[in-house]
């Protein structure tokens, strides 16, 4: 019997970035995950600006240190859109950027060495204690409102006044003890394949998203990889799958066979293991992150982008905020449902506003002839790129997305 003020549930960044928020407080916790690092895990491998500013905030030194990292990490510079009009708009992350001088903005790592890059900090901090390959199956209130965890076969028991629960997508304390429900609408389904000899890579890095006009409202990457590798897949909504009839992986294999662009830069490239599916429970609708003794981060709490599926930062802004909330809890010694609301307030002040207007560029993919107009507009106007490119780091300027007049100017002038 283990017995403990914090459990965190699951060692990905948003755990990882938990735990170690914790210990730069002073504050012990002990970490479980069910597999043994490094592990994969299925994504798009991506990593934003918004990850590179919270590992800055676990240790300044920690971005400077992954960049060393050269066999597991490439830097990105911005994002290739491709409409379904077939116009390729540039969005650097960083205007004007120059690459042998400036920090870069994002990386693209796999997630079986980035994920491992933060446990083997987790590994250094002796205030965390780390339990892998320990598959947590029973959750049992205790009479104080604290948790008991069991393996399945009752052989390891944890007991917890605060559970962080940061497991992933999947997470079966989230389905059965929080109550929250997987919405086809609110439900992206993906699949990811390592490619390796893909041609005409960016050589800047930049990620290519692809609206294929008989594909919407899905889109079809390619992210570039060291070593030659890249991270191809596809994504679209569970209720267009469903009321379209898809099979993902049908779709995806026909692209790359029969789409002209991707058909020559395929040629060559061979499949590096299988092709494998994961959901994303996207952060387009308000949920409840918190209840007595608990507080839901990352995937876990369906805080991804409901544009991009990006859902690494988003984990690590919650994993943040449960610590400082946590860390609130132990000086108040108060674990109550009221209470842990500080939690949502706080990751919603930080996050709704984003996920709000990710939302609205969503909608937008059921309107492929204004993708392409402002597409094709902004190749040849050099002030409405730069707009556009702002508008990936300032939230103000991505409010102009959702007002009428942005696209009546872009239409008539």
Not at 142 to 150: E, V
Request: aromatic share 10%; glycine share 8%.
């Amino acid at each position: 019997m283990y017995k403990t003020d914090i459990c965190i549930l699951g060692a990905g960044p948003g755990g990882a970035t938990t735990a170690l928020h914790l210990a730069q407080k002073g504050i012990s916790s002990v970490l479980i995950d069910k597999a043994s690092f490094p592990r994969d895990k299925v994504c798009g491998d991506a990593l934003s600006g918004k990850v590179v500013n919270e590992l800055r905030r676990i240790s300044p030194d920690l971005p400077g240190l992954f960049s060393q990292e050269q066999e597991v990490q490439v830097p990105s510079w911005g994002i290739h859109f491709i409409s379904p009009g077939g116009q390729k708009l540039s969005v650097p992350f960083k205007y004007n950027y120059k690459p042998e001088v400036d920090a870069p903005a994002g990386y693209i790592s796999k997630r079986i060495d980035f994920d491992n890059f933060l446990v083997e900090q987790v590994r250094q901090r002796s205030e965390i204690e780390l339990m892998e390959g320990l598959d947590i199956a029973k959750y049992e209130r205790q009479q104080d409102g604290s948790f008991l965890l069991s393996d399945k076969n009752g052989d390891v028991k944890i007991a917890a006044r605060l559970l962080i629960v940061a497991n992933g997508a999947q997470s079966g304390f989230t389905r059965h003890v929080a109550g929250l429900q997987q919405e086809p609408e609110h439900y992206c389904a993906g699949l990811r394949a390592y490619y390796k000899g893909v041609e005409d890579l960016d050589k800047d890095n930049f990620i290519e998203l692809h609206f294929f006009k008989d594909f919407l409202p899905g889109y079809f990457w390619v992210f570039p990889l060291p070593n030659g590798f890249a991270n191809v897949g596809v994504g679209m909504l569970s209720s267009a799958i469903s009321s379209k009839k898809i099979n993902l992986k049908k779709e995806m294999l026909r692209m790359i066979e029969t789409h002209p662009e991707l058909q020559k830069r395929f040629a060559h490239a061979e499949l590096v293991g299988d092709i494998k599916g994961y959901g994303l429970p996207l952060g387009s609708k308000k949920r409840s992150l918190s209840g007595d003794n608990y507080m839901l981060v990352g995937d876990a709490g369906a805080l991804i982008d409901p544009f991009t599926g990006e859902g690494i930062s988003n984990a690590m802004i919650s994993g943040r905020w449960a610590a400082d909330q946590a860390a609130m809890c132990l000086e108040h010694q108060d674990f109550s449902a009221s209470f842990l609301q500080q939690y949502d307030k706080a990751v919603y002040n930080r996050l709704w506003k984003e996920l709000k207007l990710s939302r609205q560029m969503q909608k937008l993919l059921n309107y492929p002839w204004l993708f392409n107009q402002v597409a094709n507009k902004a190749t040849k106007n050099k002030a409405l790129a730069e707009t556009i490119s702002c508008m990936f780091n300032d939230l103000d300027l991505r409010e102009r997305l959702k007002q009428p007049s942005f696209y009546f100017k872009l239409l008539f002038n």
